[in-house]
């Protein structure tokens, strides 16, 4: 199979195969900065498993790599840790819901959420779930983690901080969200010198 860069379009399967490409040219851009040159990849894996997604341009999810290893989600629910020198699948979640947030790492876990409003803390080696907490709506950005603490927004404007170890509910911090607002969005939350950033949908 070979696969060509389109500007603006750059899909999940295509950011796996990347990870993963052993044989694969040096890019070479035009002068619109554009990818011209064709990839022919070592390996690909299929990140969908319901048929009307083959014809989906593009997928958001983000692609967490550590030792050697993918994780990341997709539009079909499903959370996956993939080889990246071979291409094979390791281990599958299914979280029910797309999972489009990067993954973060913690200790031997990753953190992710998806859009049915569930944070994952997930065993690295073993796809494992340790534990689960509802925040009742979609979480699609990164999870920051700091203090022992992981904090996440969901897209209802609710910030919450929760116990990274067990899980618990610690506290949360509502927005109003303007109904006039015609799209919902959310901003990954960042740590800094022992403070806490996070962006809102009402501007």
């Excluded at 967490?64 to 290893?69: C, D, G, I, S």
Aim: hydrophobic share 45%.
């Amino acid at each position: 199979m070979v696969y060509r860069l389109y500007p603006g379009i750059f899909s999940l399967l295509a950011s796996v195969i990347f990870a993963g490409c052993m044989s694969a040219q040096p890019l070479r851009f035009d002068e619109n900065k554009r990818a011209v040159e064709f990839l022919t990849p070592a390996w690909a894996v299929s990140l969908y498993t319901i048929p009307s997604m083959a014809y989906k341009p593009v997928d958001q999810a983000r692609v967490l790599t550590h030792r050697n290893v993918g994780y990341v989600g997709g539009w079909d629910g499903l959370f996956r840790a993939i080889a990246l020198g071979s291409g094979k699948v390791l281990w599958t979640v299914d979280m029910s819901e797309p999972v489009l947030a990067k993954p973060v790492l913690v200790d031997e876990d990753v953190l992710v959420g998806s859009m049915g409003g569930k944070l994952y803390r997930v065993n690295r080696s073993s796809g494992q779930v340790i534990w689960t907490y509802d925040v009742e709506s979609s979480i699609v950005s990164q999870i920051a983690v700091a203090g022992g603490r992981a904090f996440l927004v969901n897209n209802k404007n609710a910030l919450f901080a929760l116990d990274v170890k067990t899980g618990k509910y610690l506290w949360h911090k509502n927005r109003t969200h303007k109904t006039e607002f015609t799209m919902d969005g959310q901003g990954a939350p960042l740590t800094a010198d022992g403070r806490l950033y996070a962006g809102f949908s009402d501007g």
